[in-house]
Structures are given as structure tokens and as C-alpha cells.
């Protein structure tokens, strides 16, 4: 589909879900990271067209992720990632610009549909 995506998540089982889904809907250029820190060095380094982030993780956390890299472009695109309540946090990346945000458990369909609205 000639985009790239960067998956961020601690849990290499909430990548593999995700990457699954999209994989099958057709998206093969996937990058990963591990962590905030990780994400951000990969954000520079890869420059991919959606990052699809968690909030919780350690090192740094995706809300100071989020704020790293939409610091250097302002106009990157991430959607965050939350379990069920994680309100405020969701909020607070809104806030900070993330462009949507996906609740855990992830159900296939709302992945996709998140995608293919944030990356038009």
C-alpha cells in the first residue's frame, strides 16, 4: 500500500496483533519500537507515515513520545493507544495532537478504519 507504519508498544504480543491486522488488510511496510525512546530515535530515522502508539510504557511514555516527536514534525501523525481507563491520558494526547486514539482490546475492524481515516 506504500505506507509505512511504526508500531510502538512494550507488549511484542500487542505488536504482533496489531501488525496481523494490518498485514492482511495489506499494509507490509510495518517498522517497530519498543518503547517512547525507541520510537522517537525510529521516528527520526524512518520518518513513517502513521505511528500507532501506546501510552504505557517504560522509558518514556507515549504521552512524552507523542510530544517528542510532534516537536521535531508537527505534522506526524499518531493515534494513540489506551486500555479502557486511560480517559485522561487519552485527553491529554488529544490535546498534544495525536489524531485518534484505539481502546484495548483491539477489535480488527476499528484498527483499520482508524488507519485508512488518518492516512486518508
Not at 492482511?24 to 513513517?48: F, M, R, W
Not at 517504560?58 to 479502557?84: E, F, H, R, W, Y
Not at 491520558?89 to 488507519?115: S, Y
Request: charged content about 25%; some cysteine.
Amino acid at each position: 500500500m506504500g505506507k509505512k507504519i511504526m508500531l510502538v508498544d512494550d507488549a511484542a504480543f500487542m505488536r504482533m496483533t496489531i501488525k496481523n491486522c494490518l498485514t492482511k488488510a495489506g499494509y507490509d511496510d510495518l517498522i517497530e519500537a519498543a518503547d517512547g525512546q525507541q520510537a522517537v530515535e525510529t521516528y527520526d530515522a524512518e520518518h513513517p507515515d502513521l505511528v500507532i502508539m501506546d501510552i504505557t510504557m517504560p522509558n518514556m511514555d507515549g504521552i512524552q513520545a507523542l510530544q517528542a516527536i510532534k516537536t521535531k514534525d508537527a505534522g506526524a501523525k499518531i493515534v494513540m493507544c489506551s486500555a479502557m481507563g486511560q480517559e485522561a491520558m487519552v485527553v491529554e494526547a488529544i490535546k498534544l495532537g495525536a489524531m485518534d486514539f484505539i481502546v484495548k482490546p483491539f477489535k480488527p475492524d476499528r484498527i483499520l478504519q482508524t488507519v485508512q481515516k488518518v492516512l486518508g
